[in-house]
């Protein structure tokens, strides 16, 4: 009895592992050599960097020729959805006093064209959250094109006050699902998005210049409501270029152009 209690009986796993004899072979067997693993980026036996199968270091696919070119055709396209925004917005002023005698309202009622128009760009802003997160940056954006198509189809052929003002409502959504979804493209870009952001906003302000020249010119005619072709007839082109440039496509995921915006410069 005092044997056993000065000699306690080891545990049976504990007796099996010490039983073992931990010899440098056996140690180097059971280790596993962690550098014997391939990473990308990681130095060879010959010295040479390793690569992830593409040809490049560090995991980033290298650029070619075609990306460049549709990451500018890509920028280039919502440069003439800002444009068409500035002409928008430019085009209302001179016009004013020609919708104020065709339709015999006054100044405070002639208003309520910006109060609405600013309606719809905050019904706009407001459902571009959910219209993003459903339908995408290509669809929501073409949507936006759309809501033009239609204000500018409807204010063509000048229509009673009342539609003509709701007109403007539609107007207003259109441009703030465009003007968001614009911006938040340039913003992501990797290589000068502060640069190309200004030269967005560059095209919007070339089109708010150009619109009041041929406003003007509208605004002394029989047909003043002739001006809303013209709109028209760029909003027209620019939901075809939207549609072609970026194929109503969404921009996470493996979209066509998410990695070509990540590389464009």
Known sequence: MELNTLNPRKDPVDA?????????????KSRVDLTSVPTIGSTGRNGHASTNGHGSAGGE?????????????QFLSLCWTLFLAGWNDGSTGPLLPRIQEVYHVGFTIVS????FACVGF???AVSNIHLTDKLGFGKTIVFGSLCQIVAYAIQAGAPP???????YTINGVGLALQDAQANGFVATLKDHPESKMGVLHAAYGLGAFASPLV???????????FHYLASLGIAVSNTIILISVFK??????KTSFSSVQKYSD
């Open 16 to 28: 099996t592992v010490h039983s073992v004899p931990q010899t440098p072979q056996n140690l180097s």
């Open 248 to 253: 109503l496509q969404r921009q996470d995921g």
């Open 112 to 115: 309520l064209i910006f109060v």
């Open 161 to 167: 006050f009342p539609v003509f003002v709701l007109a």
């Open 61 to 73: 696919l290298p650029i070619t020729h075609q990306q460049k070119i549709l990451a500018r055709i």
């Open 215 to 225: 406003a003007t010119q509208f605004a002394q005619l029989p047909r003043w409501s």
């Open 122 to 124: 905050i019904a706009g």
